[in-house]
């Protein structure tokens, strides 16, 4: 069982290139998320998803936008990034009570 | 912010001893979960309460919960080397949103 994938695992990028990066679950969960984790400020939720289709904001959306077109997949995508977005990505999808986890997308904006 | 907090932040121990880390929460939740982080890993799920329990236990693990004093504490009785990685405690407030402290890391010397 894969679980939960992400890709790419690293990636760097200049101040105000773009980007995305996939989330994939093939645990037909309906509930998707991003969190970023920076040192001492453990994981703050971006956006999430309660299904296909959806989509909402967390703690800290600002400066990125997601997409959840298909239920397996959930994108981030960054428009013009800032070096304030240098930080490790996790993805997670949720069954009742549980949430699973990517292995992270580390993320460095120059 | 909804997080909690971990406390301490890190945790040094010889092997065999137990580990106690601490979770307090700002709003009442639904449940409360928590997580252990391996270096450079996504985080893995090891304990649910729900807010009318008090008590759980998982093999070596107890966690309790005082929803007067909005907290919760993790117990790692007998801890191994392996054990060392960071852990957090996370807060539901409502079935599919999640928000996580900053963590406790325990490092368990051998």
């Known amino acids: 069982n894969a679980g939960v994938t992400q890709t790419p695992k690293f990636r760097v990028l200049k101040t105000g290139q773009s980007m995305t990066l996939l989330c994939a679950q093939d645990?037909?969960?309906?509930?998707m998320y991003w969190y970023r984790q920076d040192p001492g400020m453990g994981l703050r939720l971006i956006h999430y998803?309660?299904?296909?289709?959806?989509?909402a904001k967390g703690e800290v959306p600002d400066g990125y936008n997601v997409s959840r077109l298909k239920k397996q997949n959930f994108l981030l995508g960054l428009e013009s990034a800032a070096p304030s977005q240098t930080s490790v990505y996790f993805c997670?999808?949720?069954?009742?009570?549980?949430?699973?986890f990517g292995e992270g997308s580390r993320l460095t904006v120059l | 912010s909804q997080q909690g907090e971990e406390d301490p932040q890190a945790l040094s121990i010889q092997e065999g001893e137990n580990a106690t880390m601490n979770c307090s929460y700002k709003?009442?939740?639904?449940?409360l979960q928590w997580y252990r982080q391996n270096s450079g890993r996504g985080l893995v799920h090891l304990i649910l309460i729900r807010s009318n329990e008090r008590e759980k236990h998982s093999g070596r693990l107890r966690v309790t919960l005082d929803t007067s004093k909005k907290s919760s504490s993790l117990l790692i009785t007998a801890s191994r080397a392996a054990d060392t990685a960071s852990y957090f405690c996370?807060?539901?407030?409502?079935?599919?949103?999640?928000?996580f402290g900053s963590g406790t890391k325990l490092n368990v010397k051998p």
């Open positions: 997670a999808s949720s069954a009742p009570g549980e949430l699973f």
């Open positions: 998803s309660v299904g296909e289709g959806t989509t």
């Open positions: 709003t009442s939740i639904n449940n």
């Open positions: 645990m037909n969960h309906e509930y």
């Open positions: 996370a807060t539901a407030y409502n079935f599919n949103k999640f928000y």
